[in-house]
């Protein structure tokens, strides 16, 4: 049984194109991530959110936002989809209270590639 | 601000030999630290972490780090490494002023040879 889900595994799509990511927790986490992994392997934190707060990394374009149906989704949506924004996407959650259990579980990621 | 160096960003080892993967952080408050493994084409799987107590932490897979304060250092180490534990190797840490979301190093690619 997935803890974390993201929908699609592969994204493939023309440059100026709007998509959206998808993604689901079943483990009952308050907190929800969106993290970019570049060709360099590098882990960039995107968007955090939980049913409080929206804390969103001041780097990410405007083109980018995250959208929460309740609290266990955390979506992301991408307008006028640019080359640069090729990447894996990662989805995760954590218990932001529970000090002793608050490690992030992640999603297999969505490899994005934008032709 | 918190942040983490990992000093190596590739670890090439020969199979049954140890191998230690560096990390440092930097913070001046107590931070939660953890060890990720992504295996190519996977997600991050974590391998273990660190919140308090005993600096010495035991994970899966025959993976274990030492939390040193004085050092701000959370080193990955295994005594003997399998050609299946050829993968990136993620440092992070969170926690520190006030700040739950993890940040991640820039990974450590450790190669296992036959």
């Known amino acids: 049984d997935t803890a974390v889900s993201q929908t699609p595994k592969y994204l493939v799509t023309q440059m100026g194109n709007d998509k959206s990511i998808k993604c689901e927790q079943n483990l009952g986490h308050d907190t929800m991530y969106w993290y970019k992994q570049d060709s360099k392997k590098f882990l960039k934190i995107m968007f955090s959110y939980n049913n409080k707060e929206l804390i969103i990394n001041e780097t990410v374009p405007n083109r980018f936002s995250p959208k929460s149906p309740d609290k266990a989704h955390l979506n992301l949506h991408i307008n006028s989809l640019e080359l640069g924004d090729s990447a894996v996407y990662f989805c995760?959650?954590?218990?932001?209270?529970?000090?002793?259990?608050?490690?992030?579980?992640f999603g297999q990621g969505t490899r994005l590639t934008v032709v | 601000a918190q942040s983490v160096t990992q000093l190596d960003s590739q670890v090439p080892v020969f199979e049954e030999a140890p191998v230690e993967l560096r990390c440092n952080y930097s913070s001046s408050v107590s931070v939660y630290l953890f060890w990720y493994v992504q295996y190519p084409n996977q997600g991050l799987q974590l391998l273990l972490k660190y919140l308090s107590g005993s600096t010495l932490v035991k994970g899966i897979n025959g993976f274990e780090a030492e939390f040193n304060k004085s050092q701000t250092s959370f080193h990955l180490r295994k005594p003997s490494v399998h050609i299946s534990d050829t993968a990136e190797y993620f440092c992070?840490?969170?926690?520190?002023?006030?700040?739950?979301?993890?940040?991640f190093g820039r990974g450590t690619s450790l190669i296992v040879h036959p």
């Open positions: 992070a840490v969170s926690g520190a002023s006030g700040s739950y979301i993890p940040t």
């Open positions: 995760a959650s954590s218990h932001q209270t529970r000090t002793q259990e608050n490690e992030a579980f």
